[in-house]
């Protein structure tokens, strides 16, 4: 594409010698002509098909006018000659026939006496129109010659008078000899050739373009343009893009940012099933930590150390409980604590995050966090199955938040993003109470569709963190893809 | 379950109490707990007088109890039921766990030619293992199979009932007739035991003549000696009267309903009978509600919070936002990625997004390299996603290899910004070694009618100027210079040069010989060292036809963080 345009129109006005032949013929008077291109290329000993494209270009800048000569006649083959002169094959193989009498004659004997191809092509014919039959190995006439006509021969020779004309046999019959490949149609094309309203002896070619050259020269000004066609598409402009997908995190990365978000460093896929599921107070047998969800890591397999006192904490709220729980009851395993994998959700670094606000100098300190990064989950993937996904998540911890902030920092985000109308409905979540499941309203499909799911973390999880008693956090999650594929 | 619940809600119908029944004599189920502690240490049961079984019913039945072992029982490994004909059996039962091939057992039919068949322990796990009809029984066979006893349920004649957590007997078992119904939950957890039996017996003690009463089991633990270590009476059913403050839940969820209301909504949610109590403080106003077997998921008072939440309705909650003014920030690194997406864009790459998991293949032989450690996947999905890549490049090639029909002969460019995983059994985040870490890389390739090395080149050192890190001296003196580099703004104490790579280098074997380069930054950080950051050149044959690339082509890799 880029070749195209970047050769650019010839500079030169050079003459080519069949335009030459054209412009010097019509000279002669006002009203000269060439009759017709075929005739006159043979006359002039030129080639047609140069002296047509001559016309064309000529056409283009009205030095003549060209009006279409075009015909078609068909052609007769080889065989359809040999027929005009000799008959159809059915026709001499008929004939051989007869002469045989009423014993017939075997097929080698035939062929022997008439050729190989009329043979073939005249018995198939034979049987066809029912003329002949076989009878034991020999095959035998069943109409005399003075009972058929040869209306193949009759129908090439109608043509044939006619000079190939279409007209001169009916549609049906010349699909059957086109199918006998005994007639082959010819197209002609020529022009007859005259004076156009711009008709000059000699040619000079329209600068396509304005160049450096004419610019230096001064040429411009004299020079004529062709007209340009607006009627097409422009170049394409070329350059690099940016992924769809990255252009939408790009985006919701600034909404967050506007919103007074902090972005959390989620470069950290490799995560122990402590920080992923057991820091979130989700007890060591759910589901959702089967290999059928989760891709577990051979090697490195565990984890080699963790904070051990805030590993003790967590330890005894699954087993027993503690600020006002009653704990999950179940004796907790350090090898599964342990277990490393690739993380489900960047949930595994906000527990991190809030680990470090409850830890950090100064103590505790209202925040806002985001992120948005990969995800792994152990599915079969299909069309509208990834195992690897973008997750957004954004959270605020901060004193006696209640569910209505949640609500309200969720609509704020969702209405920036373009999704106005939201319901939520109540939702079961192992490390969220309450958990709410967002829907958003698609104008376009008409219908409530599930875009994201949200929720207070729960009390057994902050609190081993060190978080002071009526600090809650609030926290919302989607998947990057979703949005943007509804976008 | 649901229709109850709605009619509760819509006050048609009095919430359930469940009441255990006194009977003249209790049942027993006695545990040789030296024995079942080496496999499935625990046993609970209930009894169910009087059922009336419908073909609705008993299908429910059938279907609540394959329900539980899904989810709350994670495939039997932690609970199993089992549940039998009580008019078929004759108590005092034993809980006891023996040698596999000393088991003796009719089991509930499974497949067409074994009916009625006898079987040893060993025997029948071996043919459910095998036998095409047994599918469905075969995941739970590994639960036990390699255990030295397997746990049994007995009569009072000493006749198997069942093979926890695989298969009940034939002879105990329910059909549409059964009017009394045994139940039996085998566990290794017996918090989850209580929570399923309490849930079986809770969901279907409505269909027996006395609807919700069940009739309770004694359990008695006995030791090697045959003393009695422990003896519960089960179900649990366990009911719980729990305290949350009226002020609590109106902050938690954002409302302000009176203590009274609340009161109204918990009675409604089958919480009830609610109360009003006075807090340890004596000022504070207390919502007691009483939580039934049924509610295992109450741990805390958020969750009755929820529940009054859920009463209100969500979406007739007023929304706020919270009030604490906080300021944004991004990660460095996210915004030095950024912004060299947008400049390596505009210098006329196409961004790719590709998957972080791939083949040992791809990451390593097809690249000609030797095989080294890579974090690596123990339950790949399938081949492609053995390992996490520590390269960027198997993305790229894929990329080109699946763009075979595009035009190539203006020069094809890719890139991509994303992490590798290396393994590292030092790097610590939040006082967490996990044994690996993630590099941030940047990684391009041109692919056209010729390998491109100059372009690759370029992009190099416009990376670099971008980054503002100099050229060293000597690097940048055979180039004319134009005007733009009297501006240029570089750091510092940082500057850059690049090496032919020699041939004995790990990463040489991906590219050309002679066509390949290393990129070595100096830093305040590196000491005034000169310390590899990346490499680029054109790209070996091999490793074009490995990814059935059919142009020349060359790359670059660099790590950006040393860049921060």
């Given at each position: 594409?880029?070749?195209?345009?970047?050769?650019?129109?010839?500079?030169?006005?050079?003459?080519?010698?069949?335009?030459?032949?054209?412009?010097?013929?019509?000279?002669?008077?006002?009203?000269?002509?060439?009759?017709?291109?075929?005739?006159?290329?043979?006359?002039?000993?030129?080639?047609?098909?140069?002296?047509?494209?001559?016309?064309?270009?000529?056409?283009?800048?009205?030095?003549?006018?060209?009006?279409?000569?075009?015909?078609?006649?068909?052609?007769?083959?080889?065989?359809?000659?040999?027929?005009?002169?000799?008959?159809?094959?059915?026709?001499?193989?008929?004939?051989?026939?007869?002469?045989?009498?009423?014993?017939?004659?075997?097929?080698?004997?035939?062929?022997?006496?008439?050729?190989?191809?009329?043979?073939?092509?005249?018995?198939?014919?034979?049987?066809?129109?029912?003329?002949?039959?076989?009878?034991?190995?020999?095959?035998?006439?069943?109409?005399?010659?003075?009972?058929?006509?040869?209306?193949?021969?009759?129908?090439?020779?109608?043509?044939?008078?006619?000079?190939?004309?279409?007209?001169?046999?009916?549609?049906?019959?010349?699909?059957?000899?086109?199918?006998?490949?005994?007639?082959?149609?010819?197209?002609?094309?020529?022009?007859?050739?005259?004076?156009?309203?711009?008709?000059?002896?000699?040619?000079?070619?329209?600068?396509?373009?304005?160049?450096?050259?004419?610019?230096?020269?001064?040429?411009?000004?004299?020079?004529?343009?062709?007209?340009?066609?607006?009627?097409?598409?422009?170049?394409?402009?070329?350059?690099?893009?940016?992924?769809?997908?990255?252009?939408?995190?790009?985006?919701?990365?600034?909404?967050?940012?506007?919103?007074?978000?902090?972005?959390?460093?989620?470069?950290?896929?490799?995560?122990?099933?402590?920080?992923?599921?057991?820091?979130?107070?989700?007890?060591?047998?759910?589901?959702?930590?089967?290999?059928?969800?989760?891709?577990?890591?051979?090697?490195?397999?565990?984890?080699?150390?963790?904070?051990?006192?805030?590993?003790?904490?967590?330890?005894?709220?699954?087993?027993?409980?503690g600020s006002g729980s009653i704990?999950?009851?179940?004796?907790?395993?350090?090898?599964?604590?342990?277990?490393?994998?690739?993380?489900?959700?960047?949930?595994?670094?906000?527990?991190?995050?809030?680990?470090?606000?409850?830890?950090?100098?100064?103590?505790?300190?209202?925040?806002?966090?985001?992120?948005?990064?990969?995800?792994?989950?152990?599915?079969?993937?299909?069309?509208?199955?990834?195992?690897?996904?973008?997750?957004?998540?954004?959270?605020?911890?901060?004193?006696d938040?209640?569910?209505?902030?949640?609500?309200?920092?969720?609509?704020?985000?969702?209405?920036?993003?373009?999704?106005?109308?939201?319901?939520?409905?109540?939702?079961?979540?192992?490390?969220?109470?309450?958990?709410?499941?967002?829907?958003?309203?698609?104008?376009?499909?008409?219908?409530?569709?599930?875009?994201?799911?949200?929720?207070?973390?729960?009390p057994?999880?902050?609190a081993?963190?060190?978080?002071p008693e009526n600090?809650?956090?609030?926290?919302?999650?989607?998947?990057?893809?979703?949005?943007?594929?509804?976008? | 379950?649901?229709?109850?619940?709605?009619?509760?809600?819509?006050?048609?119908?009095?919430?359930?109490?469940?009441?255990?029944?006194?009977?003249?004599?209790?049942?027993?189920?006695?545990?040789?707990?030296?024995?079942?502690?080496?496999?499935?240490?625990?046993?609970?049961?209930?009894?169910?007088?009087?059922?009336?079984?419908?073909?609705?019913?008993?299908?429910?039945?059938?279907?609540?109890?394959?329900?539980?072992?899904?989810?709350?029982?994670?495939?039997?490994?932690?609970?199993?039921?089992?549940?039998?004909?009580?008019?078929?059996?004759?108590?005092?039962?034993?809980?006891?766990?023996?040698?596999?091939?000393?088991?003796?057992?009719?089991?509930?039919?499974?497949?067409?030619?074994?009916?009625?068949?006898?079987?040893?322990?060993?025997?029948?796990?071996?043919?459910?293992?095998?036998?095409?009809?047994?599918?469905?029984?075969?995941?739970?066979?590994?639960?036990?199979?390699?255990?030295?006893?397997?746990?049994?349920?007995?009569?009072?004649?000493?006749?198997?009932?069942?093979?926890?957590?695989?298969?009940?007997?034939?002879?105990?078992?329910?059909?549409?007739?059964?009017?009394?119904?045994?139940?039996?939950?085998?566990?290794?957890?017996?918090?989850?035991?209580?929570?399923?039996?309490?849930?079986?017996?809770?969901?279907?003690?409505?269909?027996?003549?006395?609807?919700?009463?069940?009739?309770?089991?004694?359990?008695?633990?006995?030791?090697?000696?045959?003393?009695?270590?422990?003896?519960?009476?089960?179900?649990?059913?366990?009911?719980r009267r729990v305290q949350a403050g009226v002020d609590f839940i109106n902050s938690l969820i954002?409302i302000q309903e009176t203590a009274e209301r609340m009161v109204?909504l918990c009675?409604?949610?089958?919480l009830?009978p609610a109360t009003l109590e006075v807090g340890p403080d004596g000022r504070q106003q207390m919502l007691e509600v009483c939580v039934?077997?049924?509610?295992?998921?109450i741990?805390h008072p958020v969750d009755i919070a929820?529940d009054v939440?859920?009463?209100?309705?969500?979406?007739?909650?007023?929304?706020?936002?919270?009030?604490?003014?906080?300021?944004?920030?991004?990660?460095?690194?996210?915004?030095?990625?950024?912004?060299?997406?947008?400049?390596?864009?505009?210098?006329?790459?196409?961004?790719?997004?590709?998957?972080?998991?791939?083949?040992?293949?791809?990451?390593?032989?097809?690249?000609?390299?030797?095989?080294?450690?890579?974090?690596?996947?123990?339950?790949?999905?399938?081949?492609?996603?053995?390992?996490?890549?520590?390269?960027?490049?198997?993305?790229?090639?894929?990329?080109?290899?699946?763009?075979?029909?595009?035009?190539?002969?203006?020069?094809?460019?890719?890139?991509?910004?994303?992490?590798?995983?290396?393994?590292?059994?030092?790097?610590?985040?939040?006082?967490?070694?996990?044994?690996?870490?993630?590099?941030?890389?940047?990684?391009?390739?041109?692919?056209?009618?010729?390998?491109?090395?100059?372009?690759?080149?370029?992009?190099?050192?416009?990376?670099?100027?971008?980054?503002?890190?100099?050229?060293?001296?000597?690097?940048?003196?055979?180039?004319?210079?134009?005007?733009?580099?009297?501006?240029?703004?570089?750091?510092?104490?940082?500057?850059?040069?690049?090496?032919?790579?020699?041939?004995?280098?790990?990463?040489?074997?991906?590219?050309?010989?002679?066509?390949?380069?290393?990129?070595?930054?100096?830093?305040?950080?590196?000491?005034?060292?000169?310390?590899?950051?990346?490499?680029?050149?054109?790209?070996?044959?091999?490793?074009?036809?490995?990814?059935?690339?059919?142009?020349?082509?060359?790359?670059?890799?660099?790590?950006?963080?040393?860049?921060?």
């Amino acid at each position: 594409f880029f070749l195209l345009r970047s050769s650019t129109p010839r500079r030169q006005a050079t003459m080519s010698a069949e335009e030459a032949a054209i412009l010097t013929h019509l000279s002669s008077r006002p009203d000269a002509a060439i009759e017709d291109t075929l005739t006159w290329s043979d006359q002039s000993k030129l080639d047609h098909k140069a002296v047509v494209g001559a016309v064309k270009s000529l056409q283009a800048d009205a030095y003549v006018t060209a009006s279409d000569l075009t015909k078609s006649y068909f052609d007769l083959s080889a065989e359809a000659k040999d027929i005009l002169a000799n008959g159809s094959q059915e026709i001499i193989v008929l004939g051989a026939l007869c002469e045989a009498g009423e014993a017939g004659i075997s097929m080698p004997d035939l062929q022997a006496k008439v050729g190989k191809n009329v043979c073939k092509i005249g018995m198939g014919n034979c049987m066809k129109n029912k003329w002949a039959k076989k009878d034991g190995g020999n095959l035998v006439a069943t109409s005399s010659l003075a009972d058929v006509t040869d209306e193949v021969q009759a129908h090439l020779k109608a043509l044939a008078d006619a000079g190939g004309s279409e007209s001169a046999v009916d549609a049906k019959t010349v699909q059957a000899l086109k199918r006998r490949k005994l007639i082959n149609l010819v197209t002609l094309k020529s022009y007859k050739v005259g004076r156009g309203e711009s008709y000059a002896p000699v040619r000079k070619k329209k600068a396509a373009d304005l160049t450096k050259e004419m610019l230096d020269s001064g040429a411009w000004k004299t020079t004529e343009f062709k007209q340009y066609n607006f009627q097409t598409l422009g170049e394409k402009v070329g350059g690099g893009y940016l992924h769809p997908l990255l252009k939408v995190r790009a985006e919701f990365r600034n909404i967050l940012l506007e919103m007074g978000f902090h972005e959390m460093p989620t470069n950290k896929w490799v995560e122990s099933s402590f920080w992923n599921f057991d820091s979130l107070f989700q007890p060591q047998s759910h589901p959702a930590r089967d290999a059928h969800d989760t891709f577990f890591i051979k090697e490195p397999a565990q984890t080699v150390s963790l904070p051990e006192d805030y590993y003790d904490r967590v330890k005894t709220m699954h087993e027993v409980g503690g600020s006002g729980s009653i704990g999950y009851r179940y004796d907790f395993k350090r090898e599964e604590t342990l277990k490393n994998l690739l993380r489900t959700h960047t949930t595994a670094v906000s527990s991190q995050m809030l680990y470090k606000l409850a830890n950090q100098e100064g103590g505790f300190k209202p925040a806002r966090y985001f992120s948005i990064d990969r995800v792994f989950r152990n599915e079969t993937m299909d069309a509208t199955h990834l195992c690897e996904f973008h997750q957004v998540e954004g959270l605020v911890a901060d004193y006696d938040l209640s569910l209505g902030d949640l609500i309200g920092t969720i609509e704020t985000f969702f209405k920036k993003i373009g999704i106005e109308k939201l319901r939520f409905k109540p939702a079961f979540n192992p490390y969220t109470e309450p958990s709410m499941e967002i829907f958003g309203y698609h104008p376009d499909l008409k219908q409530w569709t599930e875009i994201g799911n949200s929720g207070m973390f729960r009390p057994e999880m902050l609190a081993p963190m060190g978080l002071p008693e009526n600090v809650r956090v609030i926290a919302w999650g989607l998947s990057l893809e979703r949005p943007t594929m509804i976008k | 379950g649901l229709s109850r619940s709605l009619k509760i809600f819509l006050g048609d119908m009095d919430a359930p109490v469940y009441q255990l029944t006194a009977p003249d004599k209790m049942e027993t189920m006695t545990v040789q707990q030296d024995a079942t502690s080496t496999v499935r240490p625990f046993v609970v049961c209930a009894i169910l007088r009087d059922v009336a079984f419908t073909p609705e019913r008993y299908a429910s039945f059938i279907d609540l109890q394959d329900q539980l072992h899904r989810n709350l029982c994670r495939q039997r490994t932690l609970v199993a039921i089992g549940t039998h004909d009580m008019d078929a059996v004759r108590g005092p039962f034993h809980y006891d766990a023996r040698c596999p091939d000393d088991i003796e057992f009719v089991p509930l039919k499974s497949s067409d030619d074994t009916a009625g068949q006898a079987f040893t322990g060993r025997t029948l796990l071996e043919h459910y293992e095998t036998h095409p009809d047994c599918k469905h029984l075969k995941p739970y066979v590994p639960i036990i199979k390699d255990s030295s006893l397997y746990p049994v349920v007995l009569d009072n004649e000493n006749v198997v009932l069942s093979l926890p957590p695989i298969i009940n007997g034939d002879r105990s078992k329910i059909t549409l007739d059964t009017k009394n119904v045994f139940i039996e939950c085998t566990a290794t957890d017996l918090t989850k035991a209580n929570i399923v039996l309490d849930t079986v017996v809770t969901m279907f003690s409505e269909y027996c003549s006395q609807p919700f009463h069940i009739e309770p089991v004694r359990v008695n633990y006995v030791d090697a000696a045959g003393t009695t270590t422990k003896s519960d009476v089960t179900p649990a059913l366990s009911t719980r009267r729990v305290q949350a403050g009226v002020d609590f839940i109106n902050s938690l969820i954002g409302i302000q309903e009176t203590a009274e209301r609340m009161v109204e909504l918990c009675n409604k949610i089958q919480l009830g009978p609610a109360t009003l109590e006075v807090g340890p403080d004596g000022r504070q106003q207390m919502l007691e509600v009483c939580v039934p077997p049924t509610r295992s998921d109450i741990l805390h008072p958020v969750d009755i919070a929820e529940d009054v939440g859920i009463a209100y309705g969500y979406n007739n909650i007023v929304k706020r936002v919270p009030h604490t003014n906080t300021v944004g920030g991004e990660q460095p690194l996210n915004k030095l990625g950024d912004l060299l997406r947008d400049e390596i864009g505009r210098a006329g790459y196409t961004e790719v997004l590709t998957h972080g998991l791939c083949s040992v293949r791809d990451n390593f032989t097809a690249l000609r390299k030797q095989i080294t450690a890579a974090v690596s996947l123990s339950n790949p999905a399938n081949v492609e996603y053995e390992v996490v890549r520590t390269t960027l490049l198997p993305g790229l090639l894929k990329t080109l290899q699946h763009n075979k029909s595009a035009s190539f002969t203006a020069g094809f460019k890719l890139f991509e910004i994303s992490d590798v995983v290396l393994p590292d059994d030092r790097h610590a985040i939040t006082g967490t070694v996990v044994g690996a870490r993630n590099e941030r890389r940047l990684c391009a390739v041109y692919a056209g009618p010729t390998s491109g090395f100059e372009v690759i080149h370029g992009l190099v050192d416009r990376v670099l100027t971008l980054t503002e890190v100099a050229p060293e001296e000597e690097y940048g003196s055979n180039s004319t210079k134009g005007d733009e580099e009297k501006f240029r703004v570089a750091r510092e104490g940082w500057c850059y040069t690049i090496r032919e790579l020699t041939a004995g280098d790990a990463d040489a074997g991906t590219y050309f010989p002679g066509r390949a380069a290393e990129i070595l930054l100096t830093s305040p950080s590196t000491g005034g060292e000169r310390v590899r950051i990346g490499t680029f050149g054109i790209l070996h044959p091999e490793v074009l036809s490995a990814f059935d690339v059919g142009y020349p082509a060359s790359c670059l890799e660099i790590n950006l963080e040393p860049l921060m």
